[in-house]
C-alpha cells in the first residue's frame, strides 16, 4: 500500500519573542498558517527493517539527521510497528527558509505512518512526541490557522482561516540557522508585535485589521546581518503589497495582496532581484 501526504509551507503572520527560558529555549506567542505550496511525501511500507529516504533534492540529508527519519523511527519505538517504511520526498520548498520544510516533511511522515500501519494515533499524541524534532511540526500537524506558544508546543487553532489573500513568498540566496539567530538576539531590545490584535483580526475576518499589525521579533536582527531581506520587504512594500513580513527566522518574506493582479505584479517585480519567487494562495482552514 502507498500513502501521499501533502506538506505544506508554514508562515508567520506574527511573531513574538517573549523571553529565554532557563533550558536556553525562548518562549514564543506565534500566529501561524499554511499556504498552497507543498512538499510531496508517498510512503510504502517495505519487509525489512529500514526506513529509507529517497529525494529529489541532492543537497538533503536521507540518514537519521532527516526529520522525517526521525519523525518514523520515534512513531516505530512508541507504537512499535515491525515492518520498514520508504518515503520518497520530492522537494518544492526552499531550505532553510523559514517556510518550516523539514518540520513539514516531518509532520507529513507523522501523518503517513499513522495511515499506513493503522496506529490510531492522536494528533495530541504525535504533536507530544514530535517537539524533540523541530517546534514547529505541532503546529504542522494541525496545520490549520493557529495561535502557537510555548517553544511551539501549545497550539491552539483559531474558528476561521486566516482572510483569504495571494501572497508572494520570496527567498533571498542565503540560509538563515535558526540556532545562530536565537543565540545572537537580545531580548530587551526586540520589537513585540501585537499577536492578540492579529488574533482577533482573523477571527473577525478582517484582513484590513489583520495586515495592520503583521510583525516578527526576529526580523531585525536577520535584516541587520543580511541587508538583502530589508531590501525586498522594502521592495515589496514599494511595488504595492498590502503588507509584507519575514516569516521565522527567516530569510523569506511574504507579500500580502488582496488583489490577484497586484500578487502578480509584486512576484513579476521581484523576479528582477531574487530566483527564488513563488505566488500562493492561503490555504482554506
Ligand atoms: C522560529 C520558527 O521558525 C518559528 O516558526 C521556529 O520556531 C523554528 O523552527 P526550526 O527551524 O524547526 O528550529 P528548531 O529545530 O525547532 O530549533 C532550532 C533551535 O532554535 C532555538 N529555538 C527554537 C525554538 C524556540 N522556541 N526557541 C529557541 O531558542 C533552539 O536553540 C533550537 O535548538
Ligand atoms: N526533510 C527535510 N527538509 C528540509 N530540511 C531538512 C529536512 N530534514 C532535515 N533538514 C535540515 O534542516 C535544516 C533546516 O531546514 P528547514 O527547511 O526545515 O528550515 P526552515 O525553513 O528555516 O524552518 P523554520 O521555518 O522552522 O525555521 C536544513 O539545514 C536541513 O539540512
Same mark, same amino acid.
Given at each position: 500500500m502507498e500513502i501521499i501526504e501533502k506538506a505544506p509551507a508554514k508562515i508567520n503572520l506574527g511573531l513574538d519573542v517573549l523571553y529565554k527560558r532557563d533550558d536556553? *529555549?525562548?518562549? =514564543?506567542?506565534?500566529?501561524? &498558517?499554511?499556504?498552497? !505550496?507543498?512538499?510531496? =511525501?508517498? !510512503?510504502? &511500507?517495505? @519487509?525489512?527493517?529500514?526506513?529509507?529516504?529517497?529525494?529529489?533534492?541532492?543537497? =538533503? @540529508?536521507?540518514?537519521?539527521?532527516?526529520?522525517?527519519?526521525? &519523525?518514523?523511527?520515534?512513531?516505530?519505538?512508541?507504537?512499535?510497528?515491525?515492518?520498514?517504511?520508504?518515503?520518497?520526498l520530492k522537494k518544492n520548498l526552499p531550505v532553510a527558509a523559514g517556510l518550516g520544510g523539514g518540520s513539514s516533511d516531518a509532520a507529513a511522515a507523522f501523518r503517513g505512518v499513522n495511515r499506513l500501519f493503522n496506529l490510531g494515533a492522536t494528533l495530541e499524541e504525535m504533536a507530544k512526541l514530535s517537539v524533540p524534532i523541530g517546534t514547529d511540526i505541532p503546529y504542522c500537524l494541525y496545520g490549520q490557522t493557529a495561535l502557537v506558544t510555548g517553544v511551539g508546543d501549545r497550539v491552539t487553532p483559531l474558528s476561521h482561516p486566516m482572510p483569504q489573500c495571494w501572497i508572494v513568498l520570496v527567498k533571498p540566496k542565503i540560509s538563515v540557522s535558526t540556532p545562530r539567530v536565537f543565540s545572537k538576539i537580545q531580548v530587551d531590545s526586540l520589537s513585540h508585535p501585537n499577536i492578540k490584535a492579529i488574533y482577533h483580526a482573523i477571527e473577525n475576518q478582517d484582513y484590513q485589521e489583520m495586515i495592520q499589525h503583521l510583525g516578527n521579533s526576529l526580523e531585525s536582527y536577520t535584516m541587520e546581518v543580511f541587508p538583502?531581506?530589508? *531590501?525586498?520587504?522594502?521592495?515589496? !512594500?514599494?511595488?504595492g503589497a498590502d503588507a509584507a513580513v519575514m516569516s521565522g527566522s527567516g530569510p523569506t518574506v511574504l507579500a500580502l495582496c488582496k488583489k490577484r493582479s497586484r500578487a502578480v505584479h509584486v512576484a513579476n517585480a521581484l523576479k528582477g532581484f531574487c530566483d527564488e519567487v513563488y505566488l500562493v494562495r492561503t490555504l482554506n482552514r
Amino acid at each position: 500500500m502507498e500513502i501521499i501526504e501533502k506538506a505544506p509551507a508554514k508562515i508567520n503572520l506574527g511573531l513574538d519573542v517573549l523571553y529565554k527560558r532557563d533550558d536556553g *529555549y525562548h518562549e =514564543l506567542e506565534m500566529i501561524m &498558517a499554511s499556504v498552497d !505550496l507543498s512538499d510531496r =511525501l508517498i !510512503l510504502t &511500507a517495505i @519487509p525489512t527493517d529500514d526506513i529509507i529516504i529517497k529525494t529529489d533534492n541532492g543537497f =538533503l @540529508p536521507v540518514d537519521r539527521k532527516n526529520n522525517i527519519y526521525q &519523525a518514523i523511527d520515534i512513531m516505530k519505538k512508541t507504537y512499535g510497528f515491525t515492518q520498514g517504511v520508504e518515503v520518497n520526498l520530492k522537494k518544492n520548498l526552499p531550505v532553510a527558509a523559514g517556510l518550516g520544510g523539514g518540520s513539514s516533511d516531518a509532520a507529513a511522515a507523522f501523518r503517513g505512518v499513522n495511515r499506513l500501519f493503522n496506529l490510531g494515533a492522536t494528533l495530541e499524541e504525535m504533536a507530544k512526541l514530535s517537539v524533540p524534532i523541530g517546534t514547529d511540526i505541532p503546529y504542522c500537524l494541525y496545520g490549520q490557522t493557529a495561535l502557537v506558544t510555548g517553544v511551539g508546543d501549545r497550539v491552539t487553532p483559531l474558528s476561521h482561516p486566516m482572510p483569504q489573500c495571494w501572497i508572494v513568498l520570496v527567498k533571498p540566496k542565503i540560509s538563515v540557522s535558526t540556532p545562530r539567530v536565537f543565540s545572537k538576539i537580545q531580548v530587551d531590545s526586540l520589537s513585540h508585535p501585537n499577536i492578540k490584535a492579529i488574533y482577533h483580526a482573523i477571527e473577525n475576518q478582517d484582513y484590513q485589521e489583520m495586515i495592520q499589525h503583521l510583525g516578527n521579533s526576529l526580523e531585525s536582527y536577520t535584516m541587520e546581518v543580511f541587508p538583502i531581506v530589508k *531590501y525586498v520587504k522594502n521592495k515589496m !512594500l514599494e511595488f504595492g503589497a498590502d503588507a509584507a513580513v519575514m516569516s521565522g527566522s527567516g530569510p523569506t518574506v511574504l507579500a500580502l495582496c488582496k488583489k490577484r493582479s497586484r500578487a502578480v505584479h509584486v512576484a513579476n517585480a521581484l523576479k528582477g532581484f531574487c530566483d527564488e519567487v513563488y505566488l500562493v494562495r492561503t490555504l482554506n482552514r
